[in-house]
């Protein structure tokens, strides 16, 4: 079946150092990829996508590139600042000739950005 | 923008009452979901509804049910509330052929 691994966290950094966040998957075909992101107290928001092979997802100085052949669709930040403490969730969602299947998530990754 | 409301934020029930999670979309979204997120579990979906008065089983719905009489509103329902049922469950909508899923702000729920 379908699955999301990404790494496990706390992930703890300073103020500006770089961030990668690893997520790999598995899916039988061509699925969109998610990263969505979890403030404190707050449900979860959309924070990228990539809909197909190759494509890159950015919004707020994060990127994901989507890669087919490695299935992986890690989550890069050149300086993180305090603000972007948060739990993280990388998903997936298949596609099923022009409807979508349930997203599926990892288990998230709690990133802790000390000043 | 998207608006998902979950009506309670936070609520404390006692064991074997029955408990009701009200979820309202403003943008006419076929698809709605309940997950619940637990430490170390990630999200898990409960239930799933892909129209009105249709409903679906995800990984984890023993325990509960659900009602979605209009487009708008999907209830999740804890017919006897369990202490094992303290979680925070999220609820999100979903247009039928997009792929991007939009959240509540989350319901913390207390089981004591």
């Known amino acids: 079946g379908n699955s999301v691994t990404q790494m496990e966290g706390p992930v703890t950094l300073s103020e500006e150092a770089f961030l990668t966040i690893n997520c790999t998957y598995t899916?039988?075909?061509?699925?969109?990829l998610f990263w969505y992101v979890q403030y404190p107290g707050e449900g979860l928001q959309l924070l990228l996508k990539?809909?197909?092979?190759?494509d890159k997802g950015s919004n707020k100085g994060f990127e994901a590139t989507y890669r087919k052949e490695t299935t992986s669709f890690h989550l890069e930040k050149g300086s993180v600042q305090v603000s972007d403490s948060a739990v993280y969730f990388c998903?997936?969602?298949?596609?099923?000739?022009?409807?979508?299947?349930?997203?599926?998530f990892g288990k998230g990754t709690k990133l802790s950005v000390k000043p | 923008d998207v608006k998902v409301t979950q009506s309670s934020r936070y609520l404390v029930k006692r064991t074997g009452e029955k408990v009701f999670l009200e979820c309202v979309q403003d943008?006419?979204?076929?698809?709605m979901f309940w997950y619940r997120q637990d430490p170390g579990l990630g999200l898990r979906l409960i239930y799933f509804?892909?129209?009105?008065?249709?409903?679906e089983k995800g990984d984890i719905p023993e325990g509960y049910s659900v009602s979605r009489e209009k487009k708008e509103r999907f209830s999740l329902i804890l017919e006897s509330a369990s202490t094992n049922q303290t979680s925070m469950y999220l609820c999100?909508?979903?247009?039928?052929?997009?792929?991007?899923?939009?959240f509540g702000e989350g319901s913390w729920l207390t089981v004591v």
């Open positions: 509804s892909y129209d009105v008065k249709m409903k």
């Open positions: 943008m006419d979204h076929e698809n």
């Open positions: 998903a997936l969602s298949e596609n099923y000739g022009g409807s979508q299947g349930n997203l599926i």
């Open positions: 899916a039988t075909g061509y699925p969109s």
């Open positions: 999100a909508s979903r247009t039928g052929a997009g792929n991007t899923i939009y």
């Open positions: 990539a809909t197909k092979a190759d």
